[in-house]
């Protein structure tokens, strides 16, 4: 009998912390052989800075989930986020020797499935739009192409302007901030919650929460990270990944807030993803001069869909 090796898989298991290295290398070896097929070949994708997947693990929870092969070895991942009723898979990959043996889809199902177990009323997740076969791939389970989330970048001041208010500021009061920014949200957009994000970004120090109000009203928030998001890399940017507004001029008060909160943290950039439903608030950002520098597609469940908000902006970042 010819000898045929063991193709099986084992999980879903919960990744802990020791798991971050074979993490960072599936994850660096898939999406550069994703580069590559797409022709951007020379590409070399970073393995993530540890930080960075200690908050994807502990945001996750027991959403954050990884596939072994028979000898022990990782296989593949899936990063599985709620924040109240959004639910969100990202980043995910499976090792390039193990594609097309059907774990992508089996992972993406059970992701889904363990969504609408806890209640996600929003199910969907990002991926790059001239990828033809990741949006196909992804259709088949049921994903529909929604709006472009643009990335938009701008130059910091060199130096801190006026001082904003900031979360790490808050001292005793940090849980009533933090409340404030869940009802704000919830006004929005009934059912969203960034609370836990907000928390344990405080909690291991890589970034903070920008407030702007009108008189004691909280008007608007962005949650940032400012950590280096690569390995090894120094700190360049202030990246927004949640972003709530009740109006336009609350908008641009959050805008003016982020940019003296990039200068005081001494980085060259503030990144801000803006899904592209909001129309206006994107013209708002390119007529202010952010440049665009990268766009994701963003896929949802058909039957999960992705409601606008009841008025404002809430803008939530799909990755990490």
């Given at each position: 009998m010819k000898?045929?090796?063991?193709?099986?898989v084992r999980g879903p298991d919960r990744p802990t912390l020791r798991d971050i290295d074979p993490l960072n290398r599936v994850f660096a070896e898939s999406f550069t052989d994703r580069y590559s097929r797409?022709?951007?070949?020379?590409?070399?994708?970073?393995?993530?800075n540890p930080l960075v997947w200690r908050y994807a693990l502990e945001d996750a929870g027991d959403g954050a989930m990884i596939w072994r092969d028979a000898d022990g070895q990782m296989v593949s991942f899936n990063m599985v986020h709620r924040s109240g009723t959004e639910g969100w898979m990202g980043p995910l990959a499976v090792r390039p020797d193990r594609q097309g043996e059907g774990i992508g889809s089996m992972m993406v199902r059970i992701g889904v499935d363990w969504l609408r177990s806890q209640g996600a009323t929003t199910i969907g997740l990002e991926t790059m739009p001239r990828t033809v076969d990741n949006i196909g791939f992804y259709s088949r389970i049921g994903l529909v192409p929604g709006h472009l989330t643009v990335t938009l970048v701008h130059e910091a001041p060199h130096r801190a302007a006026a001082s904003v208010e900031r979360l790490s500021a808050a001292g005793t009061e940090a849980g009533e901030r933090i409340e404030e920014c869940r009802r704000l949200t919830d006004d929005l957009l009934p059912g969203v919650d960034f609370t836990r994000e907000i928390a344990?970004?405080?909690?291991?120090?890589?970034?903070?929460?920008?407030?702007?109000?009108?008189g004691e009203d909280l008007v608007g928030f962005a949650l940032w990270h400012s950590?280096?998001?690569?390995?090894?890399?120094?700190?360049?940017?202030?990246?927004?990944?949640?972003?709530v507004a009740r109006s336009m001029s609350a908008l641009d008060r959050l805008l003016e807030a982020l940019q003296a909160s990039a200068g005081a943290e001494r980085v060259g950039r503030v990144a801000l993803r803006c899904q592209t439903g909001f129309s206006a608030a994107y013209l708002r950002l390119v007529t202010l001069g952010y440049r665009v520098h990268w766009t994701d597609l963003r896929m949802i469940l058909g039957s999960h869909p992705q409601p606008a908000p009841r008025e404002g902006i809430v803008m939530s970042n799909w990755e990490i």
């Amino acid at each position: 009998m010819k000898w045929r090796p063991d193709r099986s898989v084992r999980g879903p298991d919960r990744p802990t912390l020791r798991d971050i290295d074979p993490l960072n290398r599936v994850f660096a070896e898939s999406f550069t052989d994703r580069y590559s097929r797409d022709g951007l070949v020379g590409v070399r994708v970073p393995q993530l800075n540890p930080l960075v997947w200690r908050y994807a693990l502990e945001d996750a929870g027991d959403g954050a989930m990884i596939w072994r092969d028979a000898d022990g070895q990782m296989v593949s991942f899936n990063m599985v986020h709620r924040s109240g009723t959004e639910g969100w898979m990202g980043p995910l990959a499976v090792r390039p020797d193990r594609q097309g043996e059907g774990i992508g889809s089996m992972m993406v199902r059970i992701g889904v499935d363990w969504l609408r177990s806890q209640g996600a009323t929003t199910i969907g997740l990002e991926t790059m739009p001239r990828t033809v076969d990741n949006i196909g791939f992804y259709s088949r389970i049921g994903l529909v192409p929604g709006h472009l989330t643009v990335t938009l970048v701008h130059e910091a001041p060199h130096r801190a302007a006026a001082s904003v208010e900031r979360l790490s500021a808050a001292g005793t009061e940090a849980g009533e901030r933090i409340e404030e920014c869940r009802r704000l949200t919830d006004d929005l957009l009934p059912g969203v919650d960034f609370t836990r994000e907000i928390a344990l970004t405080r909690e291991l120090a890589i970034g903070d929460t920008t407030l702007v109000r009108e008189g004691e009203d909280l008007v608007g928030f962005a949650l940032w990270h400012s950590t280096p998001l690569a390995a090894g890399r120094p700190r360049d940017e202030l990246r927004v990944l949640k972003l709530v507004a009740r109006s336009m001029s609350a908008l641009d008060r959050l805008l003016e807030a982020l940019q003296a909160s990039a200068g005081a943290e001494r980085v060259g950039r503030v990144a801000l993803r803006c899904q592209t439903g909001f129309s206006a608030a994107y013209l708002r950002l390119v007529t202010l001069g952010y440049r665009v520098h990268w766009t994701d597609l963003r896929m949802i469940l058909g039957s999960h869909p992705q409601p606008a908000p009841r008025e404002g902006i809430v803008m939530s970042n799909w990755e990490i």
